[in-house]
């Protein structure tokens, strides 16, 4: 049987001091078992001594030499500078950090095993912060490649190795597979897999070996969100099957038809919806796919049933746009839908909590304050989540919570890559909307350099003439709010000046919501003509008129934010362009990243690519925080991702022993954190 995991709280380390076991914890090292599973960054050549004269500036050597001369030199800085020879020629060895114990036993006549980079220096042929060992008689030399691991501040490679040569020993390898699956996949054997990657480098290593490692990683992965997902359809959740009467009034009375896309997802909610048990459904929609018309449907079916239904977005302005549009759409079926945020007024908001607590209203919009404590609903059956992405996994369910096992919708505009929601949202179902309605136009993108600028003002001044609006997002300044602020009021300053006959807005984060409420509506109503904004609009704004979008400095920002962004415009008949202004000189992953957006509009493909730019911990952004990341797999071999989750499948129905003593060896105690 596999080793059993670390008790929480309790760390398992056979020849570990206290000190140490804190250290490797640090390293997400909970138990003797992850030791085995910790595997080497690259190896060292220490099988073979190099003469001080041959030794080549910039490679690593070793040599066998003996101390000539030993001081504490004090300029250009206080440091120790040791004078070494072997029977060829001589070298330096500097240390700037040193103790009195290195300095004792670094004394004329001793002989020293050492081990860097050798390069030239002031004082000649020298090495800096070599490693060393002290030489008593003739030792062996190493018969193997010496691994170097990774670590952390004040955890040695001669402790780590020490510590997993001894895991290696007295870790249970044994299968953990049946042995029909390691036959059928043609599985390398796992013992013999582990053991060669701590003595072979990845790529002389064979592709077998490092298959069955990626392999077991992706399969303990799915089983473990399997389990999840099968543990929350043990949970009793009201059944929301509704008689139609709302849905149909409000299908009926739209000023559209839902496309083919939108009609199938909507039978796959409604169907999770009438389920006894939550829906957990994740429903991905490119940017203006209809994804709103939906939640809207799913709230009335919650209605019909006789029960509450919220909805969350992530800011003011996107919260603002929903509550307005489903008002649009519901207050004609004489329905109210309640609005919360954290700027309201006291009274207002205490007026609707007290609605929506007696149950008076069904429908409720908000921000972040739909889960602060104080917000109780009388009978919450379904929670929605727009941009859920931008949510932590503890928000999320703070909503969901407010309700017992209420159902739960969440909704993403950035689209997830197939491999990634077979991989880390295998928990959830999933939905996707891969159809846009009838009527958008596409956005051609143009890539400008900066130097252009005057000719883009031009570009702006002549659209806005001819009846269109336009936005100017300024650049994205990760590093100080404040700073971006400036910018874009600077950018608000030079453009009125620039285009006196237009009318220019300003919306940014630090504006109070009713004033940026009150900005929003006159770009709206065309009062105003051009808006200056920071990335406060990418998401939901909504305005058919807008034809043109300039984007500043556009090398600083991700590829979800530019496609998102870009999809504020190409909202209504008119021929749209986004224009990305950018600055020279631009880093590698820069041009990248803009080549990707110059050449797709199709945001699935987008993110396709940026999962291969970014890689999945970057991706998936608040999803990881309570999600264990993959270290050897990758995410973009299908077919190993697709293997790994039919094997999950079976193995939990045919042979949940061993499904349990595969979790129990590749997440040990950290399988708690997939519970959110």
Same mark, same amino acid.
């Not at 001080?52 to 030199?73: H, K, L, N, R």
């Not at 980079?117 to 008593?136: A, K, N, S």
């Not at 490692?213 to 009793?236: G, K, N, P, T, V």
């Not at 309570?626 to 270290?631: A, F, K, T």
């Given at each position: 049987?596999?080793?059993?995991?670390?008790?929480?709280?309790?760390?398992?380390?056979?020849?570990?001091?206290?000190?140490?076991?804190?250290?490797?914890?640090?390293?997400?090292?909970?138990?003797?078992?992850?030791?085995?599973?910790?595997?080497?960054?690259?190896?060292? &050549?220490?099988?073979?001594?190099?003469?001080v004269?041959?030794?080549?500036?910039?490679?690593?050597?070793?040599?066998?030499?003996?101390?000539?001369?030993?001081?504490?030199?004090?300029?250009?800085?206080?440091?120790?500078?040791?004078?070494?020879?072997?029977?060829?020629?001589?070298?330096v060895?500097?240390?700037?950090n040193?103790?009195?114990?290195?300095?004792?036993?670094?004394?004329?006549?001793?002989?020293?095993?050492?081990?860097?980079?050798?390069?030239?220096?002031?004082?000649? !042929?020298?090495?800096?912060?070599p490693?060393?060992?002290?030489?008593?008689?003739?030792?062996?030399?190493?018969?193997?490649?010496?691994?170097?691991?990774?670590?952390?501040a004040?955890?040695?490679q001669?402790?780590?190795?020490?510590l997993?040569?001894?895991?290696?020993?007295?870790?249970?390898l044994?299968?953990?597979?049946?042995?029909?699956?390691?036959?059928?996949?043609?599985?390398?054997?796992?013992?013999?897999?582990?053991?060669?990657?701590h003595?072979?480098?990845a790529?002389?290593?064979?592709?077998?070996?490092?298959?069955?490692?990626?392999?077991d990683?992706?399969l303990?992965?799915?089983?473990?969100?399997r389990?999840?997902?099968?543990?929350?359809?043990m949970?009793?959740?009201?059944?929301l099957a509704?008689?139609?009467?709302l849905?149909?009034?409000?299908l !009926?009375?739209?000023?559209?038809?839902? !496309?083919?896309?939108?009609?199938r997802?909507?039978?796959?909610?409604?169907?999770?919806l009438?389920?006894?048990?939550?829906?957990?459904?994740?429903?991905?929609?490119?940017?203006?796919?209809g994804?709103?018309v939906?939640?809207?449907?799913?709230?009335?079916?919650?209605?019909?049933?006789?029960?509450?239904?919220?909805?969350?977005?992530?800011?003011?302005?996107?919260?603002?746009?929903?509550?307005?549009?489903?008002?649009?759409?519901?207050?004609?079926?004489?329905?109210?839908?309640?609005?919360?945020?954290?700027?309201?007024?006291?009274?207002?908001?205490?007026?609707?909590?007290?609605?929506?607590?007696?149950?008076?209203t069904?429908?409720?919009?908000g921000?972040?304050?739909?889960?602060?404590?104080g917000?109780?609903?009388?009978?919450?059956?379904?929670?929605v989540? &727009?941009?859920?992405?931008?949510?932590?996994?503890?928000?999320?369910?703070?909503?969901?919570?407010?309700g017992?096992?209420?159902?739960?919708?969440?909704?993403?505009?950035?689209?997830?890559?197939?491999?990634l929601?077979?991989?880390?949202?295998?928990?959830?179902d999933?939905?996707?909307?891969?159809?846009?309605?009838?009527g958008? !136009?596409?956005?051609?993108t143009?890539?400008?350099?900066?130097?252009?600028?005057?000719?883009?003002?031009?570009?702006?001044?002549l659209a806005?003439?001819?009846?269109?609006?336009?936005?100017?997002?300024c650049?994205?300044i990760?590093?100080?709010?404040?700073?971006?602020?400036?910018?874009?009021?600077?950018?608000?300053?030079?453009?009125?000046?620039?285009?006196?006959?237009?009318?220019?807005?300003?919306?940014?984060?630090?504006?109070k919501? &009713?004033?940026?409420?009150?900005?929003?509506?006159?770009?709206?109503?065309n009062?105003?003509?051009?808006?200056?904004?920071?990335t406060?609009?990418?998401?939901?704004? &909504?305005?058919?008129n807008?034809?043109?979008?300039v984007?500043?400095?556009?090398?600083?920002?991700?590829?979800?934010?530019?496609?998102?962004?870009?999809?504020?415009?190409?909202?209504?008949?008119?021929?749209?362009?986004?224009?990305?202004?950018?600055?020279?000189?631009?880093?590698?992953?820069?041009?990248?990243?803009?080549?990707?957006?110059?050449?797709?509009?199709?945001?699935f493909?987008?993110?396709?690519?940026?999962?291969?730019?970014?890689?999945?911990?970057?991706?998936?952004?608040?999803?990881?925080?309570?999600?264990?990341?993959?270290?050897?797999?990758?995410?973009?071999?299908?077919?190993?991702?697709?293997?790994?989750?039919?094997t999950?499948?079976?193995?939990?129905?045919?042979?949940?022993?061993?499904?349990?003593?595969?979790?129990?060896?590749?997440?040990?105690?950290?399988?708690?954190?997939?519970?959110?």
């Amino acid at each position: 049987m596999a080793e059993k995991p670390a008790a929480p709280g309790r760390v398992v380390f056979p020849g570990a001091t206290p000190a140490v076991a804190e250290k490797l914890k640090r390293l997400g090292l909970n138990c003797q078992a992850d030791l085995v599973l910790h595997l080497p960054l690259r190896f060292e &050549d220490e099988t073979h001594i190099t003469l001080v004269a041959a030794a080549v500036p910039g490679a690593a050597a070793q040599f066998d030499v003996t101390v000539i001369s030993s001081e504490i030199a004090y300029r250009p800085r206080r440091q120790l500078v040791c004078r070494v020879e072997d029977a060829s020629g001589g070298l330096v060895l500097r240390f700037m950090n040193f103790y009195p114990s290195q300095q004792k036993v670094l004394q004329p006549g001793a002989r020293l095993r050492i081990f860097g980079e050798v390069r030239g220096g002031f004082w000649g !042929t020298e090495m800096i912060h070599p490693r060393f060992r002290v030489l008593h008689g003739d030792e062996a030399l190493p018969t193997t490649l010496t691994p170097v691991y990774p670590t952390t501040a004040g955890l040695g490679q001669a402790t780590l190795r020490r510590l997993i040569e001894r895991a290696l020993q007295e870790v249970n390898l044994a299968e953990t597979l049946p042995d029909a699956i390691v036959k059928r996949l043609h599985l390398a054997d796992f013992s013999a897999s582990v053991r060669s990657l701590h003595t072979t480098p990845a790529d002389a290593a064979q592709p077998t070996v490092w298959q069955r490692i990626a392999f077991d990683e992706l399969l303990a992965q799915q089983i473990s969100l399997r389990q999840s997902y099968a543990a929350r359809r043990m949970h009793r959740a009201p059944s929301l099957a509704g008689n139609g009467v709302l849905t149909d009034r409000l299908l !009926t009375q739209l000023p559209f038809k839902l !496309t083919g896309a939108q009609q199938r997802v909507w039978q796959e909610i409604a169907g999770d919806l009438a389920e006894p048990h939550p829906m957990q459904r994740l429903l991905q929609g490119d940017v203006g796919s209809g994804k709103t018309v939906l939640a809207a449907l799913a709230m009335l079916r919650a209605v019909e049933a006789g029960y509450q239904a919220a909805l969350m977005a992530p800011t003011e302005i996107l919260a603002e746009q929903h509550y307005r549009k489903l008002a649009g759409w519901l207050l004609p079926l004489g329905l109210e839908v309640a609005w919360l945020s954290g700027s309201q007024k006291k009274r207002e908001k205490l007026a609707a909590l007290a609605k929506v607590g007696a149950g008076e209203t069904a429908l409720i919009v908000g921000t972040h304050a739909l889960i602060e404590e104080g917000v109780e609903f009388a009978r919450l059956g379904l929670a929605v989540v &727009d941009e859920q992405h931008r949510f932590g996994v503890r928000q999320r369910l703070a909503l969901k919570q407010k309700g017992v096992h209420s159902h739960q919708l969440a909704m993403s505009a950035t689209p997830i890559p197939r491999t990634l929601a077979m991989s880390y949202y295998a928990d959830l179902d999933v939905s996707v909307l891969d159809e846009l309605p009838p009527g958008r !136009t596409p956005v051609v993108t143009k890539l400008v350099g900066a130097a252009r600028r005057d000719e883009i003002v031009a570009r702006v001044r002549l659209a806005c003439r001819q009846g269109q609006q336009a936005y100017w997002v300024c650049p994205l300044i990760e590093e100080s709010e404040a700073l971006q602020l400036k910018t874009a009021e600077e950018t608000y300053a030079h453009l009125s000046a620039e285009l006196p006959e237009l009318h220019i807005g300003l919306v940014h984060g630090r504006l109070k919501s &009713d004033e940026k409420a009150a900005v929003m509506a006159a770009f709206v109503r065309n009062e105003i003509h051009l808006l200056v904004a920071t990335t406060v609009i990418e998401v939901g704004v &909504d305005v058919p008129n807008a034809s043109l979008m300039v984007i500043e400095h556009a090398e600083r920002f991700g590829l979800a934010q530019l496609h998102q962004l870009r999809g504020r415009v190409g909202r209504g008949a008119a021929e749209s362009a986004c224009i990305l202004l950018y600055e020279q000189p631009l880093s590698e992953t820069a041009r990248a990243r803009l080549k990707i957006i110059f050449e797709n509009n199709d945001g699935f493909e987008i993110a396709r690519q940026d999962l291969h730019l970014r890689g999945p911990g970057e991706f998936i952004g608040s999803r990881q925080s309570g999600l264990p990341l993959l270290r050897f797999a990758d995410l973009e071999d299908t077919a190993l991702v697709e293997a790994a989750r039919a094997t999950a499948e079976e193995m939990l129905t045919q042979w949940p022993t061993h499904a349990e003593r595969h979790l129990a060896r590749w997440l040990g105690g950290r399988a708690e954190l997939l519970k959110a």
